[in-house]
């Protein structure tokens, strides 16, 4: 009955660990997959608002638009693209954010910004 006892209860760590060591594998590869954005995002110095599409106004299209902003060492904001959003307020958003102007920083960095639609505006 020990011997019995000590293998089933040797078997069971076993599988405990292969399972442990699965999971802290799939958190690593979760980490290294997901981009580093803790802390590393640039202040902005100044914004531009969006131009309000008029048809939008009267369809009383509202949302937000998430964008991605390249930014060079200097802050200026050299390309903008949609992530997400509704096309007819897309475009004046990427408008907008390319006038943005962002802290200066030792290298080219890529922002994600959001731009926020209301029909009050």
């Given at each position: 009955m020990n011997q019995t006892y000590s293998t089933n209860h040797t078997n069971g760590m076993r599988k405990m660990g292969i399972l442990m060591f699965q999971a802290?594998?799939?958190?690593?590869?979760?980490?290294?997959?997901?981009?580093?954005?803790?802390?590393?995002?640039?202040?902005?110095?100044?914004?531009?608002?969006?131009?309000?599409?008029?048809?939008?106004?009267?369809?009383?299209?509202?949302?937000?638009?998430r964008l991605e902003a390249t930014v060079d060492p200097q802050g200026k904001v050299t390309d903008v693209k949609t992530l997400s959003g509704n096309h007819m307020l897309s475009v004046a958003a990427e408008?907008?954010?390319?006038?943005?102007?962002?802290?200066?920083?030792?290298?080219?960095?890529?922002?994600?910004?959001?731009?926020?639609?209301t029909t009050t505006q």
């Open positions: 802290a594998a799939l958190g690593l590869l979760l980490a290294m997959a997901l981009p580093v954005r803790a802390g590393d995002e640039r202040a902005i110095k100044s914004r531009v608002a969006p131009v309000y599409p008029e048809i939008a106004k009267r369809m009383k299209i509202a949302g937000v638009v408008d907008a954010v390319r006038q943005w102007k962002f802290v200066p920083a030792p290298e080219d960095s890529t922002e994600s910004v959001n731009v926020n639609f």
